[in-house]
């Protein structure tokens, strides 16, 4: 039998499975406050539809606020990020800002 080779995945493939949950966020980056809105979150980042985008490789610090229907529960939760962005773009009518998340903690 021959050996089995493993290749690393192409560039570009993504690694956790998306959540399409539009939530509200609030983005800092380069010293400015930005609303947002996510359009889809992972394990590893998250997609946000903003009014403009935003430099790759910018550092940014979010707070997604997750309603106590999306998590079943009673009471509002907030997660805290840090990450950076890694796709920016326009797409009339939004630009859409795609971030890694580096850290997180809930409040």
Do not use: W
């Not at 509200?24 to 400015?32: C, K, T």
């Not at 903003?50 to 939760?77: H, K, N, R, W, Y």
């Not at 950076?84 to 009518?93: E, Q």
């Amino acid at each position: 039998m021959p050996p089995v080779i493993q290749q690393e995945p192409p560039t570009g493939v993504r690694c956790a499975v998306r959540f399409p949950l539009q939530l509200s966020a609030r983005v800092i980056a380069l010293g400015v406050e930005y609303q947002a809105f996510t359009e889809n979150i992972s394990a590893s980042g998250v997609l946000f539809r903003m009014q403009q985008e935003l430099p790759v490789d910018v550092p940014i610090d979010f707070l997604i606020e997750v309603p106590a229907t999306v998590l079943s529960g009673q009471s509002t939760a907030a997660v805290h990020c840090l990450g950076r962005v890694v796709r920016s773009y326009y797409k009339a009518p939004s630009a859409y800002v795609a971030a890694v998340i580096d850290e997180y903690r809930f409040q």
